[in-house]
């Protein structure tokens, strides 16, 4: 069975970081991108962040480029997005999603239970 | 970027009802199509690839059509379980619009 397992969100001032952790098991997790998509109170899903398998590639939303990265650690299964220069703005569930099918370009078929990250003063 | 317009954004009916979603592209996005559901406080469940394709265990009321820039969801008979919100996302290339705006189905 497919889990996702998110950790690490907070509450945190303008301008602080975060590292959120995606535990994955079920599958084997080197073989498929993974992706961080969020959520802001009562809004639409925001695709944020997606690693290929082998953690070569990364791409991002141009409203997070240059202050999120995304890695992954295949040895332990875990899928990381480090927050900084965190604004009010990037307040949301965030997502950790499993590739359909391996390569970056796809659909997400397994979700984590979401990690809530709150960027107030 | 391509950017996914969903409508209705809201739409009201009854149990019973055929309902159908739209989602437009900006550009051609082929049938590089996914749906989901989302109910509150939880995370997307995936129904959807290619356009037309349904995940395994996705009831057979749901379905999926389209190409280009034009797609839709239509569920052939609401169910009391189908109230929820629902998301298309194209998958041709990732930018920020790749989800639609999303379209909830409240009871009529």
């Known amino acids: 069975e497919v889990q996702l397992v998110e950790s690490g969100g907070g509450s945190v001032q303008p301008g602080g970081s975060l590292r959120l952790s995606c535990a994955a098991s079920?599958?084997?997790?080197?073989?498929?991108?993974m992706s961080w998509v969020r959520q802001a109170p009562g809004k639409g899903l925001e695709w944020v962040s997606v690693?290929?398998?082998?953690?070569?590639?990364?791409y991002y939303a141009d409203s997070v480029k240059g202050r999120f990265t995304i890695s992954r650690d295949n040895s332990n299964n875990t899928l990381y997005l480090q927050l900084n220069s965190l604004r009010a703005e990037d307040t949301a569930v965030y997502y950790c999603?499993?590739?359909?099918?391996?390569?970056?370009?796809?659909?997400?078929?397994?979700w984590g239970q979401g990690a809530v990250v709150t960027v107030s003063s | 970027d391509v950017q996914m317009t969903q409508s209705p954004s809201t739409l009201s009916a009854s149990v019973g009802d055929r309902v159908t979603i739209t989602c437009r592209a900006s550009?051609?996005?082929?049938?590089?199509v996914a749906w989901y559901q989302q109910k509150p406080g939880k995370a997307p469940k995936f129904l959807i690839h290619?356009?037309?394709y349904l995940e395994t265990g996705v009831p057979s009321r749901f379905s999926g059509s389209g190409s280009g820039t034009e797609f839709t969801l239509t569920i052939s008979s609401l169910q009391p379980d189908d109230f929820a919100t629902y998301y298309c996302?194209?998958?041709?290339?990732?930018?920020?619009?790749?989800f639609g705006q999303g379209t909830k189905v409240e009871i009529k």
């Open positions: 999603a499993k590739a359909y099918s391996g390569s970056y370009l796809n659909p997400f078929d397994f």
């Open positions: 079920g599958f084997t997790f080197s073989s498929y991108a």
């Open positions: 690693i290929s398998g082998s953690g070569g590639s990364t």
């Open positions: 550009q051609s996005v082929s049938r590089w």
């Open positions: 290619m356009a037309s």
């Open positions: 996302q194209q998958y041709d290339t990732y930018s920020p619009g790749s």
